[in-house]
C-alpha cells in the first residue's frame, strides 16, 4: 500500500507533512510520519543533522531542549546519547519514549510508501554532511530520481549546491523565508540553474509569483500552512503542493493547469 503511486498523484495538488503529521504527533518522529502515512499524506518532510559520531539524525532544532528531555547540542551528543532521550513526551504523554530516528530508518521504513523532502538544516554546522547524506541515499539506490520520491531542501543554497555537484539527479528545494522584496528574476534564474523547486514561506505565494516559478521550469511547495482558509487560498493560487503540520487538510484537488 503505497500513498507515493506517481500514476496516481500526477496533477494532484500533494500533501506533504511538515516534521511529519507535527500537528497530531511529536515532530520528526516515526509516530509522525505514521501519522502521515494514515492520513494518506504523498510524502514527508524531516529535518537532518549529524550526532558528534556522525549519523543522520532526524531532528529540526540545533539542541535538544525543547523536543526531548534531554539537555545539549545534537552535535555535542553521540548517536547513543540521542537514542535514549525521550523524544514525545514534550507533546503529549501518549507518546511518551518516542526516540529521535536516523534519516536511514525512516528511509528503509517509507520509501516507495511516501515520497520524502529531506532538509539538510543548519549543514555549516556539519562540514560534509551533504555527502554523508548523498552516501545515504546511494546505498539505497535512492539518487536516481525515477518518480520524484526523494527531494532535498535547505535555507542554505551553497550546501544545495554542493549536494546538487554530487547527486544532480535527485532534485533539489529552495527554502525561502519570509523576505517584503518577494523574489527577484535574477533570483528565479539563479535557482533554477540548479533546483527543481523553490519553497517560500506560505506568507509570500500570490498566483503572480506561482506562474513566475512555473516559468522558470520549477515547482513550488509552500510551507508553514496551519490553517484549513491558507491551504485553499494556496491551491487557488496554483501551488503545485503544501507543506503542512495537518496533511489531511489537503485533501484532493488537481493542480491548475
Ligand atoms: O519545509 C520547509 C520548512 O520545514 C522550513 O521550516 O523551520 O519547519 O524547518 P522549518
Ligand atoms: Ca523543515
Redesign the pocket.
Known amino acids: 500500500l503505497a500513498n507515493a503511486d506517481n500514476s496516481k498523484r500526477d496533477n494532484k495538488v500533494l500533501s506533504?507533512a511538515?516534521?511529519g503529521a507535527a500537528g497530531y504527533a511529536p515532530?520528526n518522529t516515526m509516530a509522525a510520519f505514521e501519522k502521515a502515512f494514515e492520513m494518506k499524506a504523498e510524502m514527508l518532510?524531516l529535518?537532518v543533522q549529524m550526532s558528534k559520531d556522525g549519523e543522520l539524525v532526524v531532528m529540526?532544532d540545533t539542541t535538544v531542549d525543547r523536543t526531548t528531555d534531554g539537555a545539549g547540542k545534537v552535535k555535542n551528543l553521540t548517536y547513543d546519547e540521542l537514542k535514549r532521550l525521550d523524544a514525545g513526551s514534550y507533546f503529549s504523554k501518549e507518546f511518551a519514549g518516542e526516540k529521535i530516528p536516523k534519516l536511514e530508518e525512516v528511509l528503509d521504513e517509507y520509501r516507495g510508501k511516501m515520497g520524502i523532502?529531506i532538509?539538510m538544516?543548519s549543514p555549516s554546522l556539519y562540514p560534509g554532511i551533504e555527502q554523508k547524506i548523498a552516501d545515504t541515499l546511494k546505498e539505497r539506490n535512492l539518487d536516481t530520481p525515477t518518480n520524484n520520491d526523494i527531494i532535498v531542501?535547505s535555507?542554505d543554497h551553497e550546501s544545495l549546491k554542493a549536494f546538487h555537484s554530487i547527486l544532480p539527479e535527485v532534485p533539489v528545494?529552495v527554502?525561502l523565508?519570509f523576505n517584503p522584496d518577494g523574489v527577484s528574476d535574477q533570483q528565479l534564474t539563479e535557482f533554477s540553474s540548479f533546483a527543481k523547486y523553490v519553497?517560500p514561506?506560505k506568507t509570500m505565494i500570490d498566483k503572480k509569483l506561482v506562474e513566475r516559478i512555473h516559468k522558470y521550469g520549477m515547482e513550488t511547495?509552500p510551507?508553514?500552512v496551519r490553517e484549513r482558509e491558507s491551504v485553499k487560498a494556496l491551491i487557488k493560487a496554483g501551488v503545485d503542493g503544501v507543506?503542512t503540520i495537518y496533511p489531511d487538510y489537503v485533501g484532493k484537488h488537481q493542480k491548475k493547469e
Open positions: 506533504i511538515h516534521r515532530e518532510e529535518d529540526h523532502v532538509e538544516k531542501q535555507f528545494a527554502l523565508d519553497n514561506n511547495y510551507w508553514d507543506i
